[in-house]
């Protein structure tokens, strides 16, 4: 087991664990799971690891009961100079991007709040499965704030502008059962998130990589792309994938009645 970062109390912010092709990363901050600089970097940490390593999936899942996590250290930015501030966003900012743009596919399990950076956090990862005790929201405007992590970006491409305005202007928190009616959740699991989301990283660890890399390119561009292009874009995944990926090995593993063996 890995360990990134130590809060005051020594004690580790985040841990990491490797089987069976899934990585699995547990915030353990507490009270809140706020976003300290120590958990900034080690997050950083844990999608570097991803990024290079031989992991498949990512999970991220938490041990403070209550939280996924909270937004930003508000204690810490209260100091803060502007050029300050400035860099804590950009390093807040850092894993959550290479995070949302990386070619493997990451899962939040939610289990309790997930508010402000939790939320940007969350929404960073391909997929979201919360329990019947998770919450979700944006407070930043009842601080004078705005989402900073890509909130702004994320939540109006997930829940649509009307949905996402409504939430960031009024701060309010929503549960589990309207996250997932607005599409801000993926799967709801019950009684816990995390026993649901490893079921789920297992079943990707097992397929094929590049096919998995694919369809989320081509997704991503069914949202950001005339329809046109957007099959041109499938059309040229399908063929990489047919001539350089791992369908050859699929194909084979079907014709001949046996398991893939896939990178």
Known sequence: ????????????????????????????????????????EALTGL?????????????????VPGFFAAG??????????????????????RPFERLATCRKPSIAAIDGRALGGGLELAMACTLRCASPAARFGFPEVML??????????????????????????TGREIDADEAARIGLVDRLCDPDALGGTMAIARRLASVSAPAMAAIVNCVDAARD???????????????????????REGIAAFLEK??????
Do not use: W
């Open 144 to 169: 004078g704030l705005i989402p900073g992590g890509g909130g702004t970006q994320r939540l109006p491409r997930l829940v649509g502008r009307g949905r996402a305005l409504e939430l960031m202007l």
């Open 225 to 247: 792309l005339p329809h046109d292009r957007g099959m041109a874009v499938e059309g040229v995944a399908l063929l990489s994938a047919f001539d350089e990926g791992e369908a």
């Open 258 to 263: 046996r398991p893939p063996a896939f990178a």
């Open 1 to 40: 087991m890995a360990v990134s970062g130590a809060a005051t109390t020594g004690q580790p912010v985040l841990t990491s664990d490797k089987k069976d092709g899934v990585l699995h990363g547990t915030i353990c901050a507490p009270p809140a799971n706020a976003l300290s600089p120590v958990l900034v």
């Open 47 to 63: 999608v570097e690891e991803f990024e290079r390593g031989a992991a498949k999936v990512l999970v991220l899942s938490s041990a």
């Open 72 to 93: 930003a250290d508000i204690k810490h930015v209260a100091g803060l100079t502007v050029e300050e501030f400035a860099d804590y966003r950009d390093a807040a900012r």
